[in-house]
Antibody, heavy 123, light 107 residues
């Protein structure tokens, strides 16, 4: 079964750091670009960051550029999001998402999503 | 940044009726447009990619159309499980952007 399972969320103070993980199973992880997408409470979806299958290329939303770092370990089938200098507006459920086409572009729809992990930034 | 605008924000429909949801892009995204369904407490689910290609396992009552800047998601006969929020997303340009969503509620 194709599956993504996020972990690492929690409560953190403004200015703090957190690292999210997303464990993938059931597919050739290294063949797919991956993204993080977040959803603030009661709000819509916001794309955060993307990484190529090899890990050699990354993209970020302006709202997180310079503060968040996406990475992956294809030997462990795991995607990461290192979040630094966290702000109240980063409070959201964070989803990892798999692109549709193997060996395809980063620019693609997302066919598999994790269940999400909640990040709350508050003092 | 390409702005995706969905209308209406809320659509009240009776079970068995047809629902038509709209999505407009601020500039052309060609056919690089996806639709997702999200129910409360759940992750989004891919319905349509490439503006009109149903994802695996998606019932035929869901159909997508359009290209360029104007797109439509049609649910031909609403079932109880279809009441949810629907999002469009463009993947033609960085940053990837989503519409604000259309909530389909029971009339």
């Amino acid at each position: 079964e194709v599956q993504l399972v996020e972990s690492g969320g929690g409560l953190v103070q403004p200015g703090g750091s957190l690292r999210l993980s997303c464990a993938a199973s059931g597919f050739t992880f290294s063949g797919y670009a991956m993204s993080w997408v977040r959803q603030a409470p009661g709000k819509g979806l916001e794309w955060v960051s993307a990484i190529s299958g090899s890990g050699g290329g990354t993209y970020y939303a302006d709202s997180v550029k310079g503060r968040f770092t996406i990475s992956r370990d294809n030997s462990k089938n795991t995607l990461y999001l290192q979040m630094n200098s966290l702000r109240a507006e980063d409070t959201a459920v964070y989803y990892c998402a798999k692109t549709l086409d193997i060996w395809g572009s980063y620019l693609d729809a997302f066919d598999i999503w994790g269940q999400g992990t909640m990040v709350t930034v508050s003092s | 940044e390409i702005v995706m605008t969905q209308s209406p924000a809320t659509l009240s429909v009776s079970p068995g009726e047809r629902a038509t949801l709209s999505c407009r892009a601020s500039q052309s995204v060609r056919s690089n447009l996806a639709w997702y369904q999200q129910k409360p407490g759940q992750a989004p689910r891919l319905l349509i990619s490439g503006a009109s290609t149903r994802a695996t396992g998606i019932p035929a009552r869901f159909s997508g159309s359009g290209s360029g800047t104007e797109f439509t998601l049609t649910i031909s006969s609403l079932q109880s499980e279809d009441f949810a929020v629907y999002y469009c997303q463009q993947y033609n340009n960085w940053p990837l952007t989503f519409g604000g969503g259309t909530k389909v509620e029971i009339k």
